[in-house]
Each structure stands twice: as C-alpha cells, then as structure tokens.
C-alpha cells in the first residue's frame, strides 16, 4: 500500500507541470499583444502626415481620433503586461523559483510573485488600469444630450476616481 501510495503523490505532485501550458500560452498570447499593438502604433504613426496635410477642422477630428487610437495602444500593451505577470507569477508559484530573476540585482520586483493573493493583486491593479484607460478612451466620444447624460459621467469618474484610491490603499 505505500508504494502505490508513494507512486500517486509522485504523480500528483508531478502534475503541476500542467501548469506549463497556461505558461508558455500566455507568454505566446501576450508576445502576440505586443507585437499587434506595436503594429498598430506604427500606422497609427504613419498617419502622422495625414494629420499635417489637414485643415483645422480635419486636423481637431483626427486629433480626437488619433487620442482614442493611442489610448486604445496603452490598452493593448497593458493587456499584454497582464499576461505576461500572469505567465511569470504562475510560473513561480507552481513550477520553480526564476533563478535569473532572483540572482540578477537589475531585476525588478514588480515581476516577483510570492503567492497566489500577491499575483491576484498585481493582476488586479493592471486590470484596473485597463478600465481607467477604456473608459478614458470611450469617453472620448461621448456626447452628452442633457444634463442626466453629464451626472452619469460624473459619477463614472467618481466611481473611477475611488477605486484607483482604494487601490493604491491597499498598498499600505
């Protein structure tokens, strides 16, 4: 009875190596991010003559839509860090401690996870940030009919504008 007892926590404790396909999907999904977005930055900037060559009502237009367009990059290379946190913090936690990480005295320790609450906090901070730029971007074209429309505005950002500070609250 213990040695099949030994053999199935041998093969209980061996399958964490699942965990390697969330891994490297990650790290493919988020290099992909970074790629497209660093794409779309690039003929976001090859308008950049189109933007001079414009009148002054063109040139107010594409500004607005040229905003949007960067925030929307933000957006994806945010999107990309997440992916890229959620690759190395699961990598850490399941798998091994990264070595160069750890040895290295220019790493960073923003990408040092320590457990489970510390990566699903570091995973919330960036989504959270990915919120505050979405809604900037949207806002961007909102119209507002009347007044109601503004109040909810307002208070959208109030929203925003609270979680941010409950989020750098919990830092302390």
């Known amino acids: 009875m213990k040695l099949v007892e030994k053999y199935f926590e041998r093969l209980l404790w061996n399958s964490r ?5 969330a891994v490297i999907s990650s790290l493919l999904l988020s290099l992909l991010l970074f790629v497209i977005t660093a794409l ?6 090859s308008h950049l003559t189109d933007y001079f060559a414009a009148s002054a009502t063109g040139r107010k237009e ?12 933000i957006d994806g290379f945010l999107l990309a860090t997440i992916l890229l946190i959620f690759a190395l913090g699961l990598y850490e936690l399941f798998i091994s401690e990264i070595d160069e990480a750890k040895d290295s005295s220019h790493s960073s ?12 906090s570091k995973l919330a901070k960036v989504i959270l940030m990915i919120l505050v730029v979405t809604f900037f971007e949207v806002s961007l074209s909102m119209e507002f009919p009347n007044a109601l429309d503004l109040l909810y505005f307002a208070c959208g950002i109030l929203l925003v504008s609270l979680a941010l500070y409950f989020a750098s609250k919990s830092n302390h």
């Open 40 to 45: 779309d930055v690039a003929n976001l900037l």
């Open 17 to 21: 190596q699942m965990v390697l396909t």
């Open 109 to 120: 320790k923003v990408l040092v996870i320590n457990s489970l609450d510390d990566l699903k």
């Open 62 to 73: 594409m500004k607005i839509e040229m905003v949007a367009h960067t925030v929307g990059a």
